[in-house]
Antibody, heavy 120, light 106 residues
């Protein structure tokens, strides 16, 4: 059974770059059957889609975040990465990585999430 | 950007009752509409995809319906564990989520 686990700093300073890693176990991240992506959730608020990446490197980003986001895949390490630049307090959230199979066009497997706080 | 509007914001019902949650899209999302359940401190769980297909392990009391821009998630008879927040999500044009409906115990 595929599992995803997010990791990274829990505290990032304003104007710096947030960097998170999602490690995939129980399967390969380099599959043509699905995308992998990132979703975030500010405290007490709803879900916000950040972006997805296909195994061939094609990426799709939320237009509201596109200028600051980079999602990449390292198939040798079976890892997905997120970089979000020039962060502010509004970027404080739980960040989830998740799998989106082409067959269902929805996120069927999620990591447990990691809380990132932007504060000096 | 396709905006998904969920209603009501909060739904107060008792166990055993039927729950009907709505999701309206600002333009057609074809069949690319999914529903998730989220409990406090947990990641969302996929319930329904492609409008009406139940994800693996999802009980039959959960059903989805609709077309075009108007969609419904129905829980036929509420169990205590069903009280949570529910989100819809579209994948027709990029990806967006609705703002959520909180289903609370009356």
């Amino acid at each position: 059974q595929l599992q995803l686990q997010e990791s990274g700093p829990g505290l990032v300073k304003p104007s710096e770059t947030l960097s998170l890693t999602c490690t995939v176990s129980g399967g390969s991240i380099g599959s043509s059957s699905y995308y992998c992506g990132w979703i975030r959730q500010p405290p007490g608020k709803g879900l916000e889609w950040i972006g997805i990446i296909y195994y061939n490197g094609n990426t799709y980003y939320n237009p509201s975040l596109k200028s600051r986001v980079t999602i990449s895949v390292d198939t040798s390490k079976n890892q997905l990465s997120l970089r979000l630049s020039s962060v502010t307090a509004a970027d404080t959230a739980v960040y989830y990585c998740a799998r989106l199979p082409i067959a269902c066009d929805a996120f069927d497997i999620w990591g447990q999430g990691t809380m990132v706080t932007v504060s000096s | 950007e396709i905006v998904l509007t969920q209603s009501p914001a909060t739904l107060s019902l008792s166990p055993g009752e039927r729950a009907t949650l709505s999701c309206r899209a600002s333009q057609s999302v074809s069949s690319y509409l999914a529903w998730y359940q989220q409990k406090p401190g947990q990641a969302p769980r996929l319930l329904i995809y492609h409008i009406s297909k139940r994800a693996t392990g999802i009980p039959a009391r959960f059903s989805g319906s609709g077309s075009g821009t108007d969609f419904t998630l129905t829980i036929s008879s509420l169990e205590p564990e069903d009280f949570a927040v529910y989100y819809c999500q579209q994948r027709n044009t990029l990806i967006t989520f609705g703002q959520g409906t909180r289903l609370e115990i009356k």
